[in-house]
């Protein structure tokens, strides 16, 4: 049995991540400033742009609620007015569209409230780069 939280983290997570890695390396990012943008390693990158992952994750990428948040994000990136938090923000917002009333997300509640804004910030701010 996988929890809410396993299916986001092993599916809508890798399906989000992947879709705007592809996305930003289309604008003609590099791999490394992807990286730096997502909060992961080159390696992870060059993973999801090879197309290194589960028919699961392709399905996921492929949805239109997915596929409309990564453009929108794309483009705030490739404008440099997307910080870490708010990009939390955006994948959390996502994540309960996409979910619709199925589930009820404490994180999302925390993630999305201004008043927590800062600690978001700082807490990603310090986070290392994530292998995948």
């Known amino acids: ?12 997570l890798p399906a989000i991540k992947s879709s705007i890695a592809r996305e930003l390396a289309g604008r003609g990012f590099t791999q490394v400033e992807i990286a ?16 290194a992952y589960s028919d699961q994750i392709r399905q996921l990428a492929g949805n239109a609620v997915i596929r409309d948040s990564v453009r929108k994000m794309a483009e705030e ?20 569209k996409f979910l619709g009333d199925k589930w009820d997300c404490r994180v ?12 978001l910030e700082a807490m990603l701010e310090k986070s290392e780069p994530a292998e995948e």
Do not use: H, N, W
């Not at 049995?1 to 809508?12: N, R």
């Open 1 to 12: 049995m996988l929890t809410p939280c396993e299916v986001v983290f092993k599916g809508f």
């Open 36 to 51: 730096s943008q997502l909060g992961l390693t080159q390696a992870a990158v060059s993973k999801y742009l090879s197309g």
């Open 77 to 96: 990136i490739e404008k440099e007015k997307m910080t870490r938090a708010r990009m939390a923000k955006e994948v959390c917002a996502t994540c309960e």
């Open 108 to 119: 999302s509640k925390f993630a999305t409230d201004k008043a927590y804004e800062p600690i």
